[in-house]
T-cell receptor, first 116, second 116 residues
Framework: AQSVTQLGSHVSVSEGALVLLRCNYS??????LFWYVQYPNQGLQLLLK??????LVKGINGFEAEFKKSETSFHLTKPSAHMSDAAEYFC??????????????FGKGTKLSVKP | ETGVTQTPRHLVMGMTNKKSLKCEQH?????MYWYKQSAKKPLELMFV???????ENNSVPSRFSPECPNSSHLFLHLHTLQPEDSALYLC???????????????FGSGTRLTVV
């Protein structure tokens, strides 16, 4: 079955430290990949996406992610965390073919805390 | 403001009440979606509408009834809900079912529903 897994429901980093949020997908066909961020009492905001082309994609707020087909991963990184990055982050995949055609499938989310 | 507006932001209703959630977008999108976000569970796709026609219903109980009168508006009518239906209900839109792979979804801020 097609699925997406986010490792770690909670991640805590110090301000200025590297942020690494992990996402792996399960599929024989490479999907399109997305990262969304959700601030408290808000909807989801698109951070970045990979569809085709360059495997390292840059998004808003200094985040970037790299698609690694061999590892079926799309981990999200940011070199230096800010307090304002504290939020919940969702990895999502979209399979252009098959039974879930065109529908976003979300991971369970990772809550990022940033310590002063 | 993300371009997708949901009202009300918060709703408390009894199990015998009838209420409606409203979603509105003026982004020129042709597809709209309802998602349910419960604590500790992945976002669940409930309904998909394309050009005002329902194209997907993911085994949602009949106590949830969607309506899409035009491409800019989407409603979720609620009746005889259960406490386990308490959740954040998110509306999203995309340019079209064919385009969503590349452009992703735009989400509203959600309606926080509490069933008592």
């Amino acid at each position: 079955a097609q699925s997406v897994t986010q490792l770690g429901s909670h991640v805590s980093v110090s301000e200025g430290a590297l942020v690494l949020l992990r996402c792996n997908y399960s599929s024989s066909v490479p999907p399109y990949l997305f990262w969304y961020v959700q601030y408290p009492n808000q909807g989801l905001q698109l951070l970045l996406k990979y569809t085709t082309g360059a495997t390292l994609v840059k998004g808003i707020n200094g985040f970037e992610a790299e698609f690694k087909k061999s590892e079926t991963s799309f981990h999200l990184t940011k070199p230096s965390a800010h307090m304002s990055d504290a939020a919940e982050y969702f990895c999502a995949v979209l399979f252009p073919y098959g039974g879930s055609q065109g529908n976003l499938i979300f991971g369970k989310g990772t809550k990022l805390s940033v310590k002063p | 403001e993300t371009g997708v507006t949901q009202t009300p932001r918060h709703l408390v209703m009894g199990m015998t009440n009838k209420k409606s959630l409203k979603c509105e977008q003026h982004l020129g999108h042709n597809a709209m979606y309802w998602y349910k976000q419960s604590a500790k569970k992945p976002l669940e796709l409930m309904f998909v509408y394309s050009l005002e026609e329902r194209v997907e219903n993911n085994s949602v109980p009949s106590r949830f009834s969607p309506e899409c009168p035009n491409s800019s508006h989407l409603f979720l009518h609620l009746h005889t809900l259960q406490p386990e239906d308490s959740a954040l209900y998110l509306c999203a839109s995309s340019q079209g079912l064919e385009d969503r792979s590349f452009y992703g979804y735009t989400f509203g801020s959600g309606t926080r529903l509490t069933v008592v």
